[in-house]
């Protein structure tokens, strides 16, 4: 079937989405402006230029705070003149080239330097010069000309050849540049020169652009792949009518350290063409995704990774380069100074710098492979040895409950008889011990495997391929789009990607960084999809082979301004009614997200894996969620007995008010002397010690107000080490901070549409999941008087009605009331039949700052059924270490089971 009218619908909704990217005024566009007076940096006369201390505070500020919505340019050239919008006169200060730029301090000096200096041509800048718009090869010509300008210098001459109608004399001064005065000047002016005249002016500086100068690049892909055929694409697993393809695969050998929906993930990755990862706050889904990467590389598989925002991307890139040592596996494409990082890396490989280190390590590859897979089938068959026990010894403490004490000569046979059986089996909690002894060294022997296979792929590399490589490089290296696209298509990728198997990207960098190159991966993982549009999407599946989808259908979908009207338009348009076998959600890119559309067409429950373990938050801080939005699937594992059941939630009602601005200053006041505690109590704190704070607010208004107040009182030092962050639940998503503050706004007075904008189950959800320690609700209103079907009225209710958890249980236990005889001098504290995780825990133990627990096994009543292997596993991660001790244990071997204990808990 063709798709192309679907591709080429979604396509214009993208567009009309994302049409609005126009520097029509550098001044109104940028949030801070600073001008160079002389060019050193893109004529590469010096490779950085300083810059004043307070430039770079007044950037370095503005980066912290919005690097997921902006970027860092330096600008070159400024045109300035005038042009009608909408019958109205528009003027334009509008720079013609961006280049990506960072900022940086050395020593007591601050600099700027370029990032690449391959340009961004500002096309809208010389288009609104053009006499006639429609002439779209004289643009393009225009275009190429500008991005493939070898010397800056002969850009006046350029616009002598194309524009008769552009003033460009003060160019000859270049590189002499028109200083900060010099250009506000020129931009105030209302001298006639200006008004009849377009100027092209010598000027370059840094400005802070909220971006979107991936739009050109999206729409330029969905171009390029709907006239292209699909087949064996996990893109066209999404739009065909057949169900999802299954594929045969290997068993994973990595995944012991995971949990069992964790290990369903990585399973599903393999056997599906499509597969969801249903991941809410803090389960471990980055974790989850590293896993699934993982375990591809080492079955020989390519994998892309994505995610809207730089922090989840680098979130799995550090657990992957820190748990598994891949740091010079995997190409982080995309981010500041990537291509410096990979022209590196290549260098290494065309150099020999790591030729030798390699080729003695060859030797070991196999070695590590045969080691490996020796851990694995001993793990296997000591977990199986310990299932076998555990039921064995279940049985035979039962029976030795029947027997005991039993008349009859008959009985005390069978009884003798049972002992002596049970007389040859070792100890269930030494055979525990074993267990995760023998997990370990599979852990370590993973890491040596995964060390000396990508070693042996590096040899390969570059003893076969060493012309690749350098093709590789120039196109990473390469000033001109259109020649860096070309070179991209004559190199064959794939010896590249067996010995680097693992590229990761920000969603909205991929265009520009890694090939649209049908199934140029086995697997791409879109992380955070809930975020991710459907048209932006479909280029990165038509990248791979299959495709696992990762994110929270709980929180919050991207922001769409497509109206329902032009969507139905273009509906009409499209003929989309040939598609009968989608559904129908699937064609509304203004409401659904990608997860969305996935979750429709998933066939079975068993492509999906709902990640049920939260390791984040504590207890008070997600329950709400847990109950409201996740049905109290989620088994939170901080859970603790001492923790108040309010620990680390705090509502702080104040006689704030909300003021015409939407302001409501007493609430900011709060949350900054809260703020100001915690940074006078953390002053002789090392940054990574120091507690990261977050400010929320569910309005913008008031977000704004707390922004600016942020900038004017901290100093940018404070705002790094206490990684400070100011925003809505839109800015929050995927973000989480030690202690959150979230300022609710609004007062008594407030419209009740306001409330109901809180009522919003994903903003809701997002909000109040963020913290990890501490989270304080400051607000200004009595809850009371809000609607009870309102879910914040619900929040608030749930916090008041929490009391004191009974900190002993009642029991009635023979064989748990010997346990606890036994242990309790040899403890601080202790708790019978405490919940945790999900789990009643026989006895629960507190020695010094550790917890112990114990599994009774077999004695007749609440306590005689043994945890499964995989319960062992969940408490051994949370670092709570299991004792079992069977009945039969208990009575036959006291003495030998209670110095076990002894030294059990030492």
């Known amino acids: 079937m063709d798709y192309s009218a679907l591709i080429q619908y979604f396509r214009n909704c993208f567009e009309i989405d994302n049409r609005n990217f126009i520097i029509n005024d550098l001044f109104k566009s940028s949030n801070c402006t600073h001008f160079f007076e002389k060019e050193e940096l893109i004529n590469k006369e010096s490779p950085i230029a300083p810059i004043p201390e307070s ?76 006499k006639n718009p429609e002439d779209k090869i004289f643009i393009e010509n225009v275009f190429n000309q500008l991005e493939g300008l070898i010397d800056y210098k002969d850009i006046p001459i350029l616009f002598d050849e194309y524009f008769d109608d552009i003033n460009n004399n003060t160019c000859m001064n270049f590189p002499s540049l028109n200083n900060e005065e010099e250009m506000i000047k020129v931009y105030k002016s209302r001298a006639k020169k200006y008004a009849d005249e377009n100027h092209l ?68 990755a393999k056997k599906y063409g499509l597969s969801y990862v249903i991941g809410p706050p803090g389960t471990g889904k980055s974790y989850t995704v590293a896993g699934i990467a993982l375990d591809h590389l080492l079955q020989g598989k390519a994998v892309l990774i994505v995610s809207k925002t730089d922090e989840a991307v680098d979130v799995i890139k550090d657990i992957l380069e820190n748990k598994y040592h ?28 790591v030729e030798n280190s390699y080729s003695k390590k060859i030797g070991t590859e196999y070695d590590n492979l045969i080691k490996h897979q020796k851990s694995n089938k001993k793990a296997e068959k000591t977990e199986k040895e310990f ?72 040899f390969d590399l570059i003893e076969n391929d060493r012309h690749m490589i350098k093709n590789v490089k120039k196109s990473f290296s390469s000033r001109s789009a259109s020649k860096r696209e070309l070179l991209q298509e004559q190199i064959d990728y794939y010896p590249l990607l067996n010995a680097f198997p693992i590229w990761m990207v920000k969603l909205k960098d991929i265009y520009k960084s ?32 299959k495709a696992v989808i990762a994110g929270d259908p709980k929180q919050i979908r991207h922001i769409s301004f497509v109206s329902k009207s032009k969507q139905n338009a273009l509906y009409e348009l499209y003929n989309l009614d040939q598609y009968k076998h989608l559904e129908e959600e699937f064609f509304d890119y203004r409401n659904k997200s990608i997860i969305d559309v996935i979750s429709e067409k998933i066939d079975t429950n068993d492509q999906i894996a709902f990640l049920n373990e939260h390791f984040r938050s504590l207890p008070a801080i997600i329950q709400f969620s847990n109950e409201e939005f996740y049905s109290n699937a989620l088994q939170i594992m901080t859970t603790k007995p001492e923790l108040h059941p309010t620990e680390g939630l705090h509502f702080h009602e104040i006689s704030g008010a909300q003021n015409s601005e939407g302001h409501n200053i007493e609430e900011a006041d709060f949350i900054w002397k809260k703020i100001q505690d915690i940074i006078d ?50 800015v929050f998503q995927g973000n989480e901070r030690d202690t959150m503050f979230i300022s609710m706004a609004l007062d008594n007075s ?14 809701l959800n997002v909000a109040i999941t963020r913290a990890r320690s501490n989270q304080h609700i400051v607000y200004s209103f009595d809850y009371t008087k809000i609607s009870q079907k309102n879910r914040i009225r619900r929040y608030f209710e749930y916090y008041s009605s929490l009391s004191v958890q009974s900190v002993k249980s009642e029991y009635q236990d023979q064989f748990l009331s010997e346990l606890i005889a036994c242990v309790e001098g040899k403890v601080d504290n202790l708790w019978p039949s405490y919940s945790m995780s999900g789990v009643l825990m026989d006895l629960l133990v507190k020695k010094g700052d550790k917890y112990f627990g114990f599994d009774l096994i077999g004695f007749p009543g609440d306590f005689e059924e043994i945890y499964s292997i995989e319960r062992y596993k969940v408490f051994h991660r949370i670092g709570i270490s299991i004792f079992p001790i069977s009945y039969i244990e208990w009575k036959e071997n006291k003495e030998e089971t209670i110095e076990a204990i002894s030294s059990f808990l030492k």
Request: aromatic residues 12%; hydrophobic residues 35%.
């Open 55 to 130: 430039v770079f505070k007044d950037f370095s500020k503005l980066i912290k705070l919005h690097s997921a919505e902006g970027k860092l340019y330096y600008f070159s050239y400024i045109l300035r003149g005038e042009t009608i919008q909408n019958n109205r006169k528009i003027k334009l200060f509008t720079p013609l080239y961006l280049f990506e730029a960072k900022i940086f301090q050395k020593g007591e000096f601050f600099y700027a330097e370029l990032l690449s200096h391959i340009p961004v041509v500002n096309q809208s800048s010389f288009q609104e010069f053009v």
């Open 201 to 268: 002016i010598p000027a370059g500086g840094l400005c802070f652009i909220r971006d979107k100068s991936e739009v050109k690049g999206v729409l330029g892909e969905l171009q390029h792949i709907a006239s292209k055929d699909l087949n064996n694409t996990a893109l066209l697993e999404l739009l065909n009518e057949k169900e999802i393809s299954r594929f045969s695969f290997l068993k994973s050998n990595t995944s012991s350290h995971l949990n069992a929906s964790q290990k369903k993930a990585v399973e599903n």
């Open 326 to 353: 891949l740091h010079s596996s995997i190409f982080r494409t995309g981010q500041k100074n990537y291509l410096s990082d990979i022209k590196e890396q290549l260098d290494d490989l065309l150099n020999n710098v």
């Open 387 to 458: 299932i076998e026990l555990s039921d064995k010894l279940r049985e035979y403490s039962n029976k030795y409950f029947e027997l005991d004490g039993e008349s009859g000569l008959l009985n005390k046979i069978r009884f003798e008889l049972l002992k002596y059986r049970y007389n040859g089996k070792s100890s269930i909690y030494s055979k525990l011990e074993k267990l995760h002894h023998e997990l370990k060294q599979n852990e370590i022997l993973t890491k040596k495997h995964v060390e000396s296979y990508l070693n042996w792929k590096k």
């Open 514 to 545: 890694i090939p649209l190159k049908k199934n140029l991966f086995d697997l791409v993982i879109i992380d955070e999809a809930t975020q991710c549009d459907i048209a932006s999407t479909l280029p990165i599946l038509y990248r791979a082979e």
């Open 681 to 730: 109590r953390e002053k002789s704190l090392p940054f990574h010690l120091s507690t990261s704070i977050g400010i929320l607010s569910p309005f913008r208004k008031q977000t704004d107000y707390l922004e600016e107040r942020l900038l004017e009182t901290f100093p940018y030092e404070i705002i790094q080490k206490h990684r400070i962050m100011v925003g809505t639940s839109y």
């Open 750 to 763: 407030s419209h009740a549409m306001a409330f109901s904008y809180l009522n919003k189950p994903e903003l």
